[in-house]
């Protein structure tokens, strides 16, 4: 038997950024990190690294403003021996074509300004200047923001659980949680295939696969559940500026940025409502990761319509990743109804940006015995007992 004051769950951003920042903190405590296949593996390995500003309300944006923070301090200022994870900030650049979409954009960026963004507001021609490739005949404006930007999560994650096991952290791959061990409503440990770890704190960072980890500590609804998506990356292609923003199309949904020489490119795939049924039930389909050939067909649409030289980029490789949706999109962090057992999971697409602030609020939580930066009880799974869910604001 091994024992630990802590034990994470999940070796993706979630649960390195919180190995790495209670490390920080915490350098006296022991710290386990468990995962089930290998770092990054999973939902990190496979998401397309955006980090914006531009969101719609106060809570995202404050969340974005601390991940745009970190990653730059995280990826200037910390030593590493092998490959530095970079931070790309060449922006994110919406594009509108709808009086009430351009409408709204405006207002966001008054409130994103109002808290320290620096948005901007783009005519068509500004567009066009920035990205000569792009069609923009039906554009009616555009915001941008040039410390937005993008990252690789899977070389991230492995750079944070590399810098938080110098720090004493324990990191066990290939190690999946069998059972957790609850007593009298409090957790008591951890059974591995391994080996058992008494703790008193275990810390559910599983990503899709939350709810299930959930169950083993006797919670059976933890409102978490797979949405999958679909991303392709073409051949080596020079005709587009290699400082490109990550474009994205909010009529239709359509995103593409530079990955290194090549281009990263999708949009959202049509789910039908037998499928989201399906994955809310979390049957073992939900999990499976298949390419859906009909999405190119969309692709290319867009393709010619938005920017037609990406007609002529071959594909390299297609695949598919999760999101791990919550009723509200948005994330479960904090304690929930057995004592030790805590949420930090949910993120619906906004875990690589959001990793940060949510590890900051959790580790106040943890060590000070509340958080101080925000309020992090509205973030409590009870949220959806009682009906108080946050609004949903997407720009999309």
């Known amino acids: 038997m091994q024992t630990a004051d802590i034990v994470i769950i999940g070796g993706g951003i979630i649960g390195a950024s919180l190995a ?17 296949d290998t770092i990054a593996s999973g939902s990190s390995g496979r ?13 995202d944006i404050r969340f974005s403003i601390e991940g745009v923070r970190f990653y730059e301090q995280f990826t200037h200022e910390q030593p590493f021996e ?7 900030q060449h922006g994110y650049l919406f594009l509108t074509t709808t009086p009430p979409s351009w409408q709204a954009m405006q207002r966001y960026a008054v409130l994103q300004q109002a808290l ?4 901007q507001l783009l005519s068509a021609s500004e567009v066009q200047q920035r990205v000569p490739q792009l069609v923009v005949a039906d554009i ?8 937005d930007g993008y990252s690789d999560p899977a070389a991230m994650t492995r750079a944070l659980l590399v810098a938080a096991r110098e720090r004493g952290v324990s990191i066990r791959e290939h190690t999946p949680v069998t059972a957790i061990r609850v007593e009298h409503g409090r957790v008591q440990g951890v059974q591995t295939p391994q080996e058992y770890f008494s703790t008193p704190l275990v810390i559910n960072a599983a990503g899709v696969y939350a709810a299930l980890v959930a169950r083993l500590a006797g919670i059976p609804d933890l409102p978490v559940y797979p949405l999958r998506r679909q991303v392709y990356l073409s051949e080596p292609f020079a005709d587009l500026p290699y400082d490109l923003p990550m474009v994205v199309d ?42 859906e050939e009909r999405q190119w067909q969309d692709v290319t ?8 030289t990406l007609s002529n980029a071959a594909i390299a490789r297609c695949w598919s990743g999760h999101y791990e949706m919550t009723p509200d999109e948005h994330a479960l962090l904090g304690p929930t109804a057995v004592d030790g057992f805590l949420c930090a999971c949910g993120f619906s697409g906004h875990g690589f ?19 101080t930066t925000l309020p992090i009880e509205q973030f409590s799974v009870g949220r959806f007992r009682s009906g108080q869910l946050l609004p949903m604001t997407r720009l999309l």
């Open 20 to 36: 790495y920042q209670l490390a920080l903190r915490a350098g006296d405590s022991s710290i386990v990190l468990l995962e089930r």
């Open 47 to 59: 998401a397309t690294g955006g980090i914006r500003q531009q969101f719609a309300d106060e809570i």
């Open 82 to 88: 092998n490959a530095r994870p970079t931070f790309y």
């Open 116 to 119: 320290g963004v620096p948005t």
């Open 140 to 147: 009616l404006g555009a915001t941008f923001c040039a410390s």
């Open 250 to 291: 909010l009529s239709t949904g359509f995103h593409f940025r530079r990955r290194g020489d090549c281009v990263l490119l999708t949009i959202p795939l049509a789910i039908d409502d037998e499928e989201i049924r399906r994955n809310q039930r979390l049957e073992s389909a939900a999990f499976d990761l298949p390419i």
């Open 301 to 308: 649409e867009q393709i010619a319509r938005r920017c037609p």
């Open 353 to 371: 940006m959001h990793a940060p602030m949510a590890t900051k609020l959790l580790v106040e939580l943890i060590l000070d015995g509340h958080a």
